[in-house]
């Protein structure tokens, strides 16, 4: 299903920021789909979901997982990206609608993703020349970009390979991006040698992901020093006010890192955070 943007954003915008020194720059697509753009300007998509191809899903299991909100940008806006991201097979973080937007407009790759997320690319014809399997600790670098796979607990049987994910910038912060993950104390002991300065992370509770209260518990283990929530505006089944997170960081007394992003808008963020 098309949709219109809500917005002017696509990837030329996205190359002409003048993403800063020892820093890194996040689009938020709605959902959990990122831009990430390092400052030598490798542009990623990390799981996005841009058309309204959950609706469908949704109805048949009784959900309304309609869009509440028009994506920031096309998917045919991503060809040109220098990889192409996924934590699992999930529809709203692997959609197939966006992934064959994407490539008719050009985009070829290379994919990252998990062991099951792979077999539905190959399964969708996308050939294994253009794929490359991560798992966790397994890392993949492009220029100053650097992606290393982290471990995560998903749903339910129907895919048990999903994956976080740490993003780092050559001399520049990391950013942890949780994934569809329930908490664990093993998330905390995989990613913390790792000294995250920034958590992006999952609230939607509902569907056994970290709710607000798990995702502030994880960002005071991991001290990190700004935490954005994601995966929890996109569906009316599926909503969790970003409030919430708020109100446990401050229980967990590091309520100044609370950051939430608008759709659509370049954030900058750079290794000195305050």
Not at 4 to 23: C, E, I, K, W
Not at 58 to 86: K, N, T
Not at 99 to 118: D, F, K, N, Q, S
């Amino acid at each position: 299903m098309k949709i219109d943007p809500m917005s002017a954003l696509n990837l030329a915008a996205v190359q002409s920021h003048p993403t800063p020194a020892r820093g890194i720059t996040l689009w938020w697509l709605g959902q959990a789909g990122f831009i990430v753009k390092s400052p030598n300007g490798v542009v990623i998509a990390l799981d996005p979901y841009l058309t309204d191809s959950c609706r469908a899903i949704g109805e048949q299991a009784g959900f309304d997982f309609a869009r509440r909100h028009r994506p920031p940008l096309l998917p045919a806006e991503l060809a040109g990206v220098d990889c192409y991201v996924m934590t699992h097979s999930h529809q709203d973080h692997f959609d197939p609608e966006t992934v064959a937007g994407y490539r008719a407009a050009g985009g070829h790759g290379p994919y990252l993703a998990p062991a099951e997320t792979i077999e539905k690319l190959h399964a969708a014809g996308i050939p294994a020349t253009e794929t490359v399997m991560v798992w966790p600790n397994k890392t993949h670098t492009v220029d100053d970009l650097t992606l290393r796979a982290t471990f995560a607990i998903p749903f339910g049987g129907d895919d048990l390979t999903h994956v976080g994910y740490l993003v780092s910038i050559r001399g520049g912060p990391t950013v942890y991006f949780t994934g569809d993950t329930a908490y664990h104390e093993l998330l905390g002991v995989a990613v913390g040698p790792h000294q995250p300065q920034v958590l992006v992370t999952v609230i939607n509770g509902a569907f056994r992901n970290l709710g607000p209260a798990e995702a502030a518990k994880l960002a005071k283990e991991l001290n990190v020093k700004l935490v954005i929530p994601c995966h929890h505006d996109l569906f009316h089944d599926n909503c969790q006010p970003t409030q919430m997170l708020h109100t446990n960081l401050k229980m967990q007394e590091i309520g100044d890192r609370y950051q939430p992003l608008d759709h659509g808008q370049p954030f900058d963020s750079a290794l000195d955070l305050r």
